[in-house]
């Protein structure tokens, strides 16, 4: 069973920039896609980005395209989000996910078999 630990959070400036990682074991990491996903007070789970077993597919949502990058170290069995010019509106708890690899381009709406514990993200204005 995969298990996911996400590091990396914390309080920011807006403006600033943080690194979030999900370090992952207990399963074969190359095998899955993975994704980040958060959750703001009130409000549902989103899906912020995505990335395919290999590293050469990636998706985010809208509003964190040009200012978010995922990417990841299947050496190092690692998922990375990296943020920049952050908002105080990306304020949430992030969390890390994986979900068994198949072809084609990495779907937002697909469901996801195994969830980190989250991390909390606040950035102030």
């Known amino acids: 069973q995969l298990q996911l630990v996400e590091s990396g959070g914390g309080l920011v400036q807006a403006g600033g920039s943080l690194r979030l990682s999900c370090a992952a074991s207990?399963?074969?990491?190359?095998?899955?896609?993975m994704g980040w996903f958060r959750q703001a007070p009130g409000k549902g789970r989103e899906f912020v980005a995505g990335i395919s077993w290999g590293g050469a597919r990636t998706a985010y949502t809208d509003s964190v395209k040009g200012r978010f990058t995922i990417s990841r170290d299947n050496a190092q069995n690692t998922l990375y989000l990296i943020m920049n010019s952050l908002k105080p509106e990306d304020t949430a708890v992030y969390s890390c996910?994986?979900?068994?690899?198949?072809?084609?381009?990495?779907?937002?709406?697909?469901?996801?078999?195994?969830w980190g514990q989250g991390t909390q993200v606040t950035v102030s204005s």
């Open positions: 996910a994986a979900v068994v690899a198949k072809s084609g381009p990495i779907d937002p709406r697909r469901t996801y078999d195994y």
């Open positions: 207990g399963g074969t990491f190359k095998n899955y896609d």
